[in-house]
């Protein structure tokens, strides 16, 4: 089964601040998608980055960019100019494709961030 | 605008009752989901649906049951059977069932079962 790690249970960033969460997961597949997803206080689940494995090129929206290394299996996420609206647990996610119409999503443990003022 | 609605957001429950958790969606996805989160566990998945009138069972579906009889709507019910039900429940849906589409997610549910 493909697993997703987060290794680092909570992390802080000074306002404006670049701050990068890990992220690394499992898998013998070549063919897959990954995503970042990010939960506010409020608890609605929002989606912030997404890389397919067959580009090569990292993924960015705005302020937020992945370092999308394939052989390694990690998948780290950089926010740049940190604002206080990014304090949230952050949750890394690995997609694929099982075959027979179905699929597998498989969540990370989460990152809780703190943005200080 | 479009969105998932789930109702009710806090719900209380006594043990050996079952409950249902309303999800909506406006969005016209074929694909919807029912994931449960505890603190530290990341989200885990119940059951999901790619279509209607089918539905497939995820990680831990035992003690819960769901139903798509329509496009729009996926409850789930939570029943006697589900050992430790008090928890979020959130609800997903998808543009179709495959890997590459992203999740659009509700509000969530607080459950707390006494």
């Known amino acids: 089964a493909q697993t997703v790690t987060q290794s680092q249970p909570e992390m802080s960033v000074q306002e404006a601040e670049t701050v990068t969460l890990s992220c690394t997961y499992d898998?013998?597949?070549?063919?897959?998608?990954l995503f970042w997803y990010k939960q506010p206080p409020s608890r609605q689940m929002i989606l912030v980055i997404r890389q397919e494995a067959y580009k090569q090129q990292n993924a960015t929206e705005n302020r937020f960019s992945v370092n999308f290394q394939k052989a390694a299996k990690s998948f780290s996420l950089k926010i740049s100019d940190s604002q206080l609206g990014d304090a949230a647990m952050y949750f890394c996610?690995?997609?694929?494709?099982?075959?027979?119409?179905?699929?597998?999503?498989?969540f990370g443990k989460g990152t809780k961030l703190s943005v200080i003022p | 605008d479009g969105g998932i609605t789930q109702s009710p957001k806090y719900l209380f429950r006594k043990e050996g009752q079952n409950v249902t958790l309303s999800c909506e969606q406006n969005?016209?996805?074929?694909?919807m989901y029912w994931y449960r989160q505890d603190p530290g566990q990341g989200l885990r998945l119940i059951y999901y649906?790619?279509?209607?009138?089918?539905?497939q069972k995820g990680d831990i579906a035992e003690g819960y049951s769901v139903s798509r009889e329509k496009k729009e709507s996926f409850p789930l019910t939570v029943t006697s059977a589900q050992k430790n039900p008090t928890a979020f429940y959130l609800c997903?849906?998808?543009?179709?069932?495959?890997?590459?589409?992203?999740?659009?997610f509700g509000n969530g549910t607080r459950l707390t079962v006494t």
């Open positions: 649906s790619q279509i209607v009138n089918d539905f």
């Open positions: 997903a849906s998808s543009t179709s069932g495959f890997a590459d589409s992203p999740l659009h």
């Open positions: 898998t013998s597949e070549s063919d897959y998608y």
């Open positions: 969005l016209n996805h074929d694909a």
């Open positions: 996610a690995y997609s694929t494709n099982s075959g027979a119409g179905s699929y597998q999503l498989t």
